[in-house]
């Protein structure tokens, strides 16, 4: 038998079967020793085989292969992953400029990990009703810097309905992700989107100026025909995995544009003479907030880092 994990809270996965029918199913504990180096083998999105005992439980036993995925170095297992979710037609990254402020490192880890696994991304900036002049301005300068690589930006507010209807129309017919940090709204867009879901919405504490987690496991919601949108906990760091570091610069979309034009085939951009990436930031051309996410993800797979606060 066959269906979609349309929920993961741990250790029990809801699917729904080709049916159309609703059932919970748990896996093996060996299920985790089969090459899986992941804190949950199992994701929303993917499309699974299960059996039913005679006692009524079902147990996923295969996994079908994913289309795509996104991924992130778990915060406490370095060597492991964690799959936000499975097999997704276009991600939506939720960022603020305030309330909280989201990092463009944390921006550009997302994207570079989107682009290893093949992952549309969308940038949806949230929250514009509440920014003063100079986060208007700031707000302007990265939607220009996103925009002029080739990322689709969005501003929308919430308690506004600002940008709600672009956002249902460009989620009709797909499986669509919602994924950024804690506090930046994705509960209140997802409530604007489709208001009979009944997702919480956290109020964000005044104390830290980040967000409470609202959402404490990841689920699908079916909001209109064959439209389907993924609500996940809010992520606070993005420990980029699996990436070998000549490879990074391949998903830093510019980068890897101008890498062709390069002295040396196999240049980190970071020393060589004869640099096309290196020149270009010297004119101006490539922003030096991408440069430092860049050299921040080399960091870490030369230390084996895992950065939370970004």
Partial sequence: MQGV????????????????????????????????????????????????????TAYITNILERKNYIVRKASNLSKQSHILAANLDLCFLVVTISHPTTATTF?????????????????????TDIYNEAEQEELEYLTMLYSSIGYCCLHTSATENKGIEELREMMQGKVSLLAGNSGVGKSSLVNAIAPDIAAKVGEISKTHDTGMHTTTYTEMFEFMPESYIVDTPGVKGFGTYDMEVEEISHYFVEFFELSKDCKYGNCTHTHEPGCAVLEALEKGEIA?????????????KEEGKYRASE
């Fill in 5 to 56: 994990v349309v929920k993961s809270s741990g250790s029990i996965y809801g699917v729904r079967t080709d049916n159309g029918a609703y059932i919970d199913c748990r896996v093996k504990g060996n299920f985790r020793l089969k090459g899986i180096r992941s804190t949950n083998p199992v994701a929303v999105g993917d499309i699974v085989k299960y059996d039913m005992r005679e006692d009524g």
């Fill in 288 to 300: 030096p907030s991408r440069y430092q996410s860049y050299l921040s993800m080399l960091e870490d």
């Fill in 107 to 127: 921006i550009d880890r997302f994207l570079a990990s989107a682009e290893a696994y093949r992952v549309p991304v969308a940038i949806v900036f949230n929250k």
